[in-house]
């Protein structure tokens, strides 16, 4: 739908403003807000309203409404204090106080050409411009017919040429996306056959992965399937004859390739068998001879290999350092064999670089400070396109050197990991709607409780140590804030106001519950339990694992030199920051139950640290990810199994084996006597769009 605004063109499907040729991008909230008021012009609209109409109810503050009001000020250039635009009304509302009326929408122009203006050829039927002058030309000599057929011709080839010179040099802004799936479980990893007729696509439902080949004619499908294994994800050849995908399990992982006609399948053909535990990414090169992928062993970060599917070789491919999950990420160019590999470095910056797979050669095309992931080739490959910041709701192209930055799409919905199309336009992604809540179980009973309950995640809740209450991360105002409930009678307090795009991995609380440290992607908050005031810690940009509290004073937590990981303590009042004892790569401090894991990877307890005899309880069980996933209380011990299947277990020494306490789709979970406040995945879907400019 499109708006005029006095001078100001408003379309609310490309979430753009265009202003004297110049095109300004509005997030989608701000989209929403400007048009309500467009539908509501010159009419008092009090904050709640606003809430119930743009927000949709969710809970949100007045700063957050403030915040929005005035971003949408600042793309309107409006004066506050003499608005053309919105007018306040302290205490009671807002009024849009400039003209607006509906318009039809014209033919869709790329964002591309709105960047330079073409100079019209002038002739007897030409309107004059609005505002402007014409002064009737009538040449000396009237133009010869084959004449001016033939300038006229020369002047409509320059102006498509430079019309497509314009397209071809900068991405295409699609303004729509369409449904190809509509599952009830979350869909994952598109890929379009390369004659555009079949989709295959990854589905978990009831923590199961499925991969299905559909015909996108008539949506009939074929599931593939291995007995007792989660299948996907998974790739086509080149010439579309055959695929090769995962079928997987905590103790199976295999690669298979497949020959495909139609919606038959051959005998899958078992190419190689990857360490149990290893749940990479897998494409054939442009040769149907050779497969990429990635594998890891045991906990260990993932590494890219080829495999010749002829002499069984298998090579692992010059790669960035292996940081965080390692180099799960990878891409095969459209025409080049050349590999994409999204990778962070130990300052956590997300790089970007190209591996020539004939000559071996690495280089880095350029990084951002953000949290932002998964880098494909664009569809003529001189481009980079990557999803947004967290929360992701936009694509985004780059040119190979960082610049030129350009929304390729915007939608209202998470996206995750773009795929190309097959048909060389088009892009493919996963666009997610779904939540997660937080339940309370009671270990004793077996009961669960619904704590947290809204439409937006709602994360990483943890128990205070001496009150009834917990802090937990939300996105209920839009971007990730650290909020506190009270157990007791279910209030919720917002503690932090940033809204910007930091995504928090671990939240815990100080001894004296004082304070929470809040870990995100490369950077540890302190934040001030009763202010909400934040202080970033003085330390360098890195991955930084198992943080916890070693005194009120003094957070500990690990990092990694040469290749291993060492123990440091940052000291809150000075800011100092020093090196632990080389004994330790990580402690979890819990008085006597606290956790140390030495250099031999073997796990201690207590204050003293004493060796864990227990065959059942190891050093893998640690961490999970960058986070303590093992919690000794007395003699009862806890971990989550993490992916596939998420299942919490209980153990204590003397038992044949732990038991599983129930199954979540998240690997988060604290515990505070007899009860477990963990995440679970609410009712929602995720399905595979692709964008479409029609």
């Known amino acids: 739908m499109q708006w005029q605004i006095t001078d100001i063109l408003f379309c609310s499907s490309r979430q753009t403003l265009t202003d004297k040729n110049q095109v300004h991008q509005l997030e989608p909230m701000a989209v929403e807000l400007l048009a309500y008021f467009c539908q509501h012009p010159n009419r008092l609209i009090g904050r709640d309203e606003l809430i119930?109409?743009?927000?949709?109810?969710?809970?949100?503050?007045?700063?957050?409404?403030?915040?929005?009001?005035?971003?949408?000020r600042r793309a309107l250039n409006d004066d506050p204090r003499q608005p053309r635009f919105i007018a306040t009304f302290p205490k009671k509302g807002y009024r849009f106080i400039a003209s607006v009326s509906r318009v039809d929408?014209?033919?869709?122009?790329?964002?591309?050409?709105?960047?330079?203006?073409?100079?019209?050829?002038?002739?007897?039927?030409?309107?004059?411009?609005?505002?402007?002058?014409?002064?009737?030309?009538?040449?000396?000599?009237?133009?010869?017919?084959a004449r001016w057929w033939s300038v006229a011709a020369l002047l409509l080839g320059l102006v498509i040429g430079l019309a497509i010179y314009i397209q071809a040099a900068k991405p295409h802004y699609?303004?729509?996306?369409?449904?190809?799936?509509?599952?009830?479980?979350?869909?994952?990893?598109?890929?379009?056959?390369?004659?555009?007729?079949?989709?295959?696509?990854?589905?978990?439902?009831?923590?199961?992965?499925?991969l299905y080949l559909e015909r996108l004619a008539d949506h009939q499908q074929l599931e593939i399937r291995h007995q007792g294994l989660g299948v996907g994800p998974?790739?086509?050849?080149?010439?579309?004859?055959?695929?090769?995908?995962?079928?997987?399990?905590a103790e199976t992982c295999r690669y298979y390739v497949r020959s495909v006609d139609g919606l038959t399948l051959g005998e899958p053909r078992l190419v190689h068998n990857c360490p149990a535990g290893s749940y990479g990414m897998v494409s054939f090169s442009h040769s149907r001879d050779e497969i990429?992928?990635?594998?890891?062993?045991?906990?260990?970060?993932?590494?890219?290999?080829?495999l010749d599917l002829k002499s069984g070789r298998k090579t692992r491919l010059n790669q960035p350092e292996l940081v965080n999950a390692g180099n799960v990420q990878f891409d095969l160019h459209p025409t080049k064999n050349q590999l994409l590999i999204s990778s962070p470095?130990?300052?956590?910056?997300?790089?970007?670089?190209?591996?020539?797979?004939?000559?071996?050669?690495?280089?880095l095309l350029f990084k951002l400070d953000a949290y932002i992931c998964c880098g494909i080739w664009s569809q003529d490959g001189d481009h980079l396109v990557l999803m947004g910041e967290h929360p992701a709701r936009d694509l985004l192209s780059y040119d190979l050197s960082g610049n030129d930055k350009r929304v390729l799409y915007r939608g209202t919905q998470q996206l995750e990991r773009p795929l190309r199309h097959r048909n060389g336009r088009d892009y493919l992604f996963t666009a997610r709607q779904s939540h997660l809540n937080t339940i309370l179980f009671n270990i004793e009973t077996g009961g669960n409780a619904l704590l947290l309950d809204s439409t937006s995640d709602d994360k990483l809740a943890t128990f205070a140590n001496h009150s009834e209450r917990a802090a937990f991360v939300s996105q209920r105002s839009g971007a990730e804030e650290v909020w506190l409930l009270n157990l007791d009678d279910g209030q919720k307090t917002k503690l932090t106001a940033y809204n910007d795009g930091r995504h928090y991995i671990d939240l815990l609380w100080s001894p004296d519950d004082s304070m929470l440290a809040a870990l995100a992607l490369n950077e540890l908050y302190v934040i001030d339990v009763n202010s909400g005031r934040t202080v970033s810690a003085k330390i360098p940009q890195a991955e930084i694992r198992g943080v916890s509290f070693k005194s009120n004073r003094v957070l500990s937590f690990s990092l990694k030199e040469d290749q291993q990981w060492q123990l440091y303590e940052y000291h809150l009042p000075d800011g100092a920051l020093v090196r632990g004892d080389g004994r330790w790569q990580f402690v979890q401090y819990q008085g006597e139950d606290s956790l140390w894991l030495d250099r031999s990877n073997r796990l201690y307890v207590g204050l003293a640290p004493q060796p864990v005899e227990d065959k059942v309880l190891n050093a893998s069980l640690l961490l999970q990810g960058r986070s303590f996933n093992l919690l000794k209380r007395g003699p009862h011990w806890y971990w989550s199994s993490g992916y596939p299947d998420y299942r919490q277990l209980h153990y204590v020494s003397g038992m044949d084996s732990p038991e599983s306490l129930y199954q979540s789709n998240s690997e988060h979970?604290?515990?505070?006597?007899?009860q477990i406040l963990y995440s679970q995945l609410a009712t929602g879907f995720a399905n595979i769009y692709q964008t479409t400019s029609e």
């Open 52 to 72: 119930d109409q743009v927000w949709d109810g969710r809970i949100v503050t007045d700063n957050a409404v403030s915040r929005l009001i005035a971003k949408l």
């Open 105 to 145: 929408a014209g033919p869709y122009i790329p964002q591309a050409a709105a960047d330079i203006t073409l100079s019209p050829v002038a002739s007897a039927h030409s309107p004059v411009p609005t505002g402007g002058s014409a002064v009737a030309s009538t040449p000396k000599k009237p133009l010869k017919s």
């Open 174 to 210: 699609f303004n729509s996306a369409v449904a190809l799936t509509s599952e009830s479980g979350t869909d994952l990893f598109p890929d379009v056959s390369p004659d555009g007729s079949r989709l295959l696509f990854m589905s978990r439902k009831e923590q199961q992965m499925h």
């Open 234 to 249: 998974a790739r086509w050849s080149d010439d579309g004859k055959e695929i090769v995908y995962l079928a997987a399990n």
């Open 292 to 306: 990429i992928f990635a594998e890891r062993s045991g906990s260990e970060p993932y590494s890219l290999f080829l």
């Open 345 to 363: 470095d130990p300052q956590q910056w997300e790089g970007f670089y190209r591996l020539d797979l004939d000559s071996g050669e690495l280089s």
């Open 669 to 674: 979970f604290d515990v505070k006597q007899q």
